[in-house]
């Protein structure tokens, strides 16, 4: 059987009805500590809803990253931490690594900055992925963090926009 291609509509409605996006009170942002009137988020999901987001971004990354093999994955902390080591296992590729969130002295040896099966090289290329952009500034900090540790990253993928 072939396997359906991904498609936003399919992806949206499943956040929707796996309990990502609430509509309905005041919810904080995190990030900003900005009010919202809806809330986006991707730490509460069920095994089961988990392993279909899961599919879902692989699908998306394979589809859309042809050399998503040659990339180390990073997921940007602490949202996407665990869908970043994840997503790099659902596309065949098992290098990923976590930065710690909290800055570290420039001059910090680099398996002390990441956590994972490889710790990056000067040198080797990122995808980050990043769970819920409110602002850019977040994932800039990250690809700022990389960059002064010689990584070069490549592309991010982004699970939800709020457009903010």
């Known amino acids: 059987m072939e396997e359906k291609p991904f498609n936003r509509e399919d992806y949206e ?7 990502c996006v609430r509509v309905g009170g005041t919810y904080t942002i995190s990030s900003t500590k900005d009010l919202s009137p809806y809330y986006i988020g991707f730490r509460k ?26 990339y180390q994955f990073e997921g940007v902390p602490y949202g996407a931490t665990d869908i970043g080591n994840k997503i790099s296992e659902r596309v065949g590729n098992k290098r990923w690594a976590t930065m710690r969130k909290e800055e570290i002295d420039a001059d910090t040896e680099i398996d002390e900055i990441y956590a994972g099966p490889m710790n990056p090289e000067p ?42």
């Open 45 to 70: 999901f069920g095994p089961n809803s988990y392993a279909i987001l899961l599919d879902m971004i692989g699908k998306f990354i394979k589809e859309n990253i042809s050399d998503h093999r040659e």
């Open 13 to 19: 409605t499943f956040l929707i009805q796996a309990g």
């Open 123 to 164: 040198g080797d290329e990122i995808i980050l992925i990043e769970d819920v952009l409110v602002k850019a500034n977040n994932l800039s900090e990250y690809v700022k963090r990389n960059t002064k540790r010689r990584l070069i990253v490549k592309k991010a993928v982004i699970l939800c926009n709020r457009r903010e």
